[in-house]
Nanobody, 122 residues
Framework: QVHVVESGGGLVQAGGSLRLSCEVS????????VGWYRQAAGQQRELVAS???????EYADSVKGRFTISRINAKNTVYLQMNSLKPEDTAVYYC????????????????WGQGTQVTVSS
């Protein structure tokens, strides 16, 4: 089994910073892509940032220049550094991990964590 756990959310004032962590544990062959998504109350879930196995990254226009996604392969952990936070960044942040299980089948997986709440006060 593979588990995805996010942490690092909390309450911060506008202009502050938080670092979210997404830790992947269990038995797997490889992790390909990891994405951070967020869902504000009453809104659809949206992609905030992503990274692929080649190290490429993509960001939503609303967070470019403020958020940075990084990956520590040795720790199977992906971080989302969030700076200059705004009240509109308030949401539950989710980590999505795509990869392949180990074993003879090498079947793919596409897993979500439970989410971590980020609240930015004005």
């Amino acid at each position: 089994q593979v588990h995805v756990v996010e942490s690092g959310g909390g309450l911060v004032q506008a202009g502050g910073s938080l670092r979210l962590s997404c830790e992947v544990s269990g038995t797997f062959f490889t992790i390909n892509g990891v994405g951070w998504y967020r869902q504000a109350a009453g809104q659809q879930r949206e992609l905030v940032a992503s990274t692929n196995s080649g190290g490429g990254t993509e960001y939503a226009d609303s967070v470019k220049g403020r958020f940075t996604i990084s990956r520590i392969n040795a720790k199977n952990t992906v971080y989302l550094q969030m700076n200059s936070l705004k009240p509109e960044d308030t949401a539950v942040y989710y980590c999505n991990v795509k990869g392949f299980y180990s074993g003879t089948s090498y079947s793919p997986f596409d897993l979500w964590g439970q989410g971590t709440q980020v609240t930015v006060s004005s």
